[in-house]
């Protein structure tokens, strides 16, 4: 199981140069434009979670090629070789003691044997079996006993297969899944990244090369998210797409229904509110809902009832040969509006301000995976700091995490995987092309959140670049064309000048590190520089603008007085002076402060990395640095400000529902 003991490192041929043969050998079934709508147990659909262990080898091979020269998916991985048990979901990086896996590049092997319900497999017509990944980490082919089904690029999105037709071909109800699956980064991923060939043979083993990557945080791999599979009727209900307007004492939700698998003979809609009462009716596959005095969908800590959801129950009837389908599927709606003005960010047409933090989805030895436990100890954080909003930095999140922001009403700026773009080449229309996929699949997955309030197609791209005008431009017009009815930005660090993505964008979301990257040490120079930073930006575009990140590394538990970088007095000193700008400014066109970041996350080992990235306000176990409590007293005093409610709102009697 050795690689070169340089580690960071693979040997032998890049990984990636299997793909682009793999692709000309096994063209896959592409992950087609149809619906993603998460999957739900109704009366007409079943679910079965495959979490828990599968089998894992990584491909060690030279080439890491073994695996498809030997089709190790053409029979049970365990006679192919040795297996290990790996968890899913969770990043493989860090589940053993063995260095070489962790920072291992290219194929790693996934499997699982699953039997299913002879129900599934039966009847006239046979109901349809879906398997659907979260998410996989980053190039996914998938066979189910043998045949290839799927094959995805990305790895923060939902892909799925029907695989009934293989099933129903299978001469018993066993199910074996095999997924390969490929880290590596290119300039045309998203995110970038690139193979970098160590030559010099004096320095480095035979063949060597290393993963390079232009983004903070480290490169976790594996089955991320939760692989179920699903059961719906042979015709069914493949998309719904929902939008809300509403006046004083009226709201409208209109819809657009998509079915497959036959006409449907009838499609009705029923809106229930919380008590169970419907609320609103309607029929046919596109119409509008009319809701008398609705309960809007309100943020976290701007109403005593936040994250209102409504749920809308869609019925279809399909004549399928001899027999009638229905297909029942149930969606959560929030009604509620969002504008942008010249100086503000409005929803359900009153001032909104983000008060709210970057986070990262990761943890100690899960990485990137799912975690339930950490994943409600994080919202009992944000509630317990008066945040009311983060940005999905710098990656889409987890749907069982978009699930409880628009249950909790925190709000969510939706950031697409496209971090670290910087190198010239990855501007080019295959990148183009690849992000206008991206941003489909994200609008497609997360368009009837109301807690997604703006999409930010990218985190701090070389946007001084020329090529970036046309980039961004393209990028931010397909995304309001998927969906009109929210803002797009992109997050910048370029300079206010010189950035040719920001003329596209509704809101300028600016990241600024001063007294940190630049000028270190120097506290005092934040007053100054902040408010210029602020003026410039204001004075060019005349657009609203988010704080989008600051903040300082601080290892929890190294003090100094006076305050000294790394210091938790650092951190806090440094919070305060940006703060006393930001007052003065969110009277103005700043709408929003979001700190970076949430809590401390693993990156690659480097010399300003102290076992990862240290600018936590929480330290990677989620326990509160002093900085915690700087934060928490200005949100919710920003909180008691801006409510429409009577003040006081306190901690206590509202952080939790
Ligand atoms: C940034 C990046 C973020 C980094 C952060 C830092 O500007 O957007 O991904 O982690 O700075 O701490 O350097």
Same mark, same amino acid.
């Given at each position: 199981m050795a690689l070169p003991a340089s580690g960071g490192a693979g040997a032998g041929l890049s990984p990636m140069l299997v793909l682009p043969l793999l692709l000309l050998l096994v063209p896959g079934l592409a992950a087609g434009p149809a619906g993603m709508l998460q999957p739900r147990d109704t009366p007409s659909r079943e679910r079965k979670e495959l979490s828990g262990l599968w089998s894992f080898r990584a491909d060690l091979s030279p080439g890491r090629d073994a695996g498809f020269a030997q089709r190790?998916? $053409? $029979? @049970?991985l365990r006679q192919t070789g040795p297996v290990i048990d790996m968890p899913v @979901? %969770? #990043?493989? *990086?860090?589940? /053993?003691?063995?260095p070489s896996l962790e920072n291992y590049i290219g194929w790693v092997w996934y499997e699982k044997e699953v039997l299913l319900p002879l129900r599934w497999l039966q009847g006239d017509p046979a109901p349809r079996v879906v398997l659907r990944f979260g998410s996989a980490h980053y190039y996914s082919i998938v066979w189910v006993n043998g045949v290839q089904v799927v094959e995805h690029e990305g790895g923060h999105l939902p892909f799925e297969a029907d695989i009934s037709s293989v099933l129903q071909g299978s001469p018993d109800t066993l199910c074996r899944i095999t997924v390969a699956l490929n880290n590596t980064l290119t300039p045309h991923t998203l995110p970038p990244g690139s193979i970098q060939y160590m030559a010099d043979k004096s320095r480095y083993p035979r063949n060597y090369f290393v993963q390079e990557t232009r983004f903070d945080f480290f490169n976790y791999a594996g089955i991320h998210r939760p692989v179920v599979l699903y059961t719906t009727p042979a015709a069914y209900i493949d998309d719904i797409t929902v939008t809300t307007t509403s006046s004083d004492s009226v709201a409208m939700v209109q819809y657009q229904v998509s079915v497959v698998g #036959? /006409? %449907?003979?009838s499609l009705s809609l029923s809106l229930r509110d919380q008590e169970g009462k419907v609320v609103a009716t309607g029929d046919g596959s596109v119409g509008e809902l009319k809701v008398l005095n609705p309960n809007l969908w309100w943020p976290y800590l701007m109403h005593e009832n936040p994250g209102y959801l409504y749920s809308l129950e869609v019925k279809m009837q399909a004549q399928v040969g001899e027999v009638l389908l229905e297909d029942v599927y149930t969606l959560p709606v929030g009604i509620r509006t969002v504008h942008v003005t010249s100086t503000q960010f409005l929803i359900n047409g009153k001032p909104f301000y983000f008060h709210g933090v970057n986070k990262h989805e990761d943890a100690d030895i899960r990485g990137k995976g799912l975690d339930w436990p950490l994943i409600v100890k994080d919202f009992n954080l944000l509630r317990w700091l008066g945040a009311n909003s983060f940005r999905t930095s710098h990656y889409p999140y987890a749907e069982e995490i978009m699930d409880l922001c628009d249950a909790y009403g925190i709000v969510v700026i939706d950031e697409s995987p496209g971090v670290g773009i910087k190198l010239p080449e990855s501007f080019g229309n295959k990148s183009l092309q690849h992000h206008l996929a991206v941003m489909e699949e994200l609008v497609r997955r997360d368009? *009837? $959140?109301? #807690? &997604?309030v703006m999409w930010s197609v990218a985190n701090e791209p070389a946007s001084q670049l020329p090529p970036a005008a046309h980039y961004f431009k393209t990028v931010i017009a397909h995304t309001k064309a998927l969906d009109p009815s929210r803002p797009v930005t992109f997050v910048t660090d370029a300079n206010y000048a010189l950035d040719h993505g920001a003329p596209y964008v509704d809101v300028i979301c600016v990241n600024s590190y001063f007294s940190w990257?630049?000028?270190?040490?120097?506290?005092? &120079?934040i007053p100054l520089q902040l408010t210029a930073q602020f003026e410039n930006w204001y004075k060019t575009y005349h657009k609203p603008i988010i704080q989008s990140e600051y903040g300082a590394d601080s290892v929890p538990g190294l003090h100094s007085d006076p305050p000294m970088m790394f210091t938790e007095e650092y951190q806090q000193a440094l919070l305060r002076e940006y703060h006393s700008v930001l007052d003065k400014k969110r009277k103005e066109y700043v709408i929003g402060e979001l700190i970076w970041n949430f809590a401390d996350f693993m990156t690659n080992?480097?010399?300003?990395?102290v076992l990862g990235n240290k600018k936590g306000i929480f330290t990677r176990q989620r326990q509160p640095k002093a900085a915690a409590f700087v934060l928490r007293d200005r949100y919710w005093r920003i909180a008691n400000e801006s409510s429409c409610l009577p003040p006081v709102i306190t901690s206590h009697s509202f952080y939790l529902k």
């Open positions: 190790w998916y $053409r $029979r @049970p @979901p %969770a #990043s493989f *990086n860090d589940i /053993t003691q063995d #036959s /006409t %449907a003979n368009k *009837n $959140r109301p #807690s &997604v990257y630049h000028d270190p040490g120097h506290l005092e &120079v080992q480097g010399t300003t990395r």
